[in-house]
């Protein structure tokens, strides 16, 4: 079949599945061609052969029935990065973006920091962070072993340095006495009884990196309480949360004693990070 046909009627078959069926159908066909998607508009007419038609079928099916792209491609951007993804954690999302943002825009690039990124996942935040902080380091903790073998391979894979990576249920296996400038973490936020978990990519994602009891709010909780014993004195603690949480976030950031308490808006406009300041 040439390329221009099988596009077309694989398009066709993710309409009541993706909103960017076109682009969708291209990366898989790139993936399987091991082509950019540009050879696609050189060459439409070009036939594909019987064993890429049969990679490229599988892949679409597994679409079809709403697999996440990232997945069935083993890749996904983030920041300037390009990170392997896996079952065994989250895909790294645009909104997470506005964190690494938030952290930035308060550190001088000049400067050494350290830095701890909570439930690290692939590694998205700690080597985005790390990549803009070349004299700082970061340290990603992570409560499966998989998750933390998969955020060492990103961190070779492009070439950063100045992150490591270790197992930990939070804050349990750092040591005693070990302060960070910078706390960050897009902990799993999700109320276990939201609708949304039958919807979407978030079906296909480890709902252990994506619920909390307490409404959402229960890791939330256990971070904020337990982040001053590791805070240097002025030190951040950054949080990506739902987009209906940033008030009751807030109130809890102030009833454990932190200051200078904010929200800010994701790309979509909803409140989705909030920091705080400690001050000893």
């Known amino acids: 079949m040439r390329i221009d046909e099988l596009l077309k009627g694989a398009a066709e078959r993710l309409t009541f599945v993706s909103d960017?069926?076109?682009?969708?159908?291209?990366?898989?066909?790139?993936?399987?061609?091991?082509v950019p998607t540009s050879y696609f508009y050189t060459w439409p007419d070009k036939e594909v052969e019987e064993e890429a038609f049969n990679k490229f079928e599988a892949l679409l099916s597994r679409r079809v029935s709403g697999e996440p792209i990232a997945y069935l491609l083993g890749a996904q951007s983030f920041w300037t990065l390009d990170l392997e993804v896996a079952t065994c954690t989250l895909i790294p999302r645009a909104d997470t973006e506005r964190l690494v943002e938030v952290v930035l825009e308060r550190l001088e690039s000049g400067s050494a920091y350290s830095l701890l990124d909570l439930g690290?996942?692939?590694?998205?935040?700690?080597?985005a962070l790390a990549s803009e902080l070349p004299r700082s380091q970061v340290l990603g903790i992570d409560l499966m072993e998989d998750a933390v073998a998969l955020a060492k391979r990103n961190a070779?894979?492009?070439q950063i340095a100045n992150a490591e990576f270790m197992q930990s249920s939070w804050f349990d296996s750092i040591e005693a006495g070990r302060e960070f400038d910078v706390i960050v973490s897009n902990p799993p936020?999700?109320?276990?009884?939201?609708?949304?978990?039958?919807?979407?990519?978030?079906?296909?994602?480890?709902?252990t990196a994506l619920i909390a009891d307490n409404k959402g709010l229960a890791d939330i909780e256990h971070i904020l309480l337990n982040a001053p014993d590791y805070l240097k004195p002025n030190g951040y603690l950054i949080f990506e949360h739902g987009y209906d949480q940033a008030a009751a976030v807030q109130k809890r950031f102030r009833e454990?004693?932190?200051v200078k308490v904010e929200s800010f808006q994701d790309i979509?406009?909803?409140?989705?990070?909030?920091?705080?300041?400690w001050k000893q």
């Open 20 to 34: 960017t069926t076109q682009l969708d159908v291209q990366l898989l066909l790139s993936h399987v061609l091991s």
């Open 120 to 127: 690290t996942g692939t590694g998205a935040i700690a080597l």
């Open 156 to 158: 070779i894979k492009n």
């Open 189 to 207: 936020y999700i109320d276990p009884e939201d609708a949304h978990l039958s919807q979407g990519d978030v079906r296909f994602e480890p709902k």
């Open 256 to 258: 454990v004693g932190f």
């Open 268 to 277: 979509g406009g909803n409140d989705r990070v909030t920091l705080g300041v």
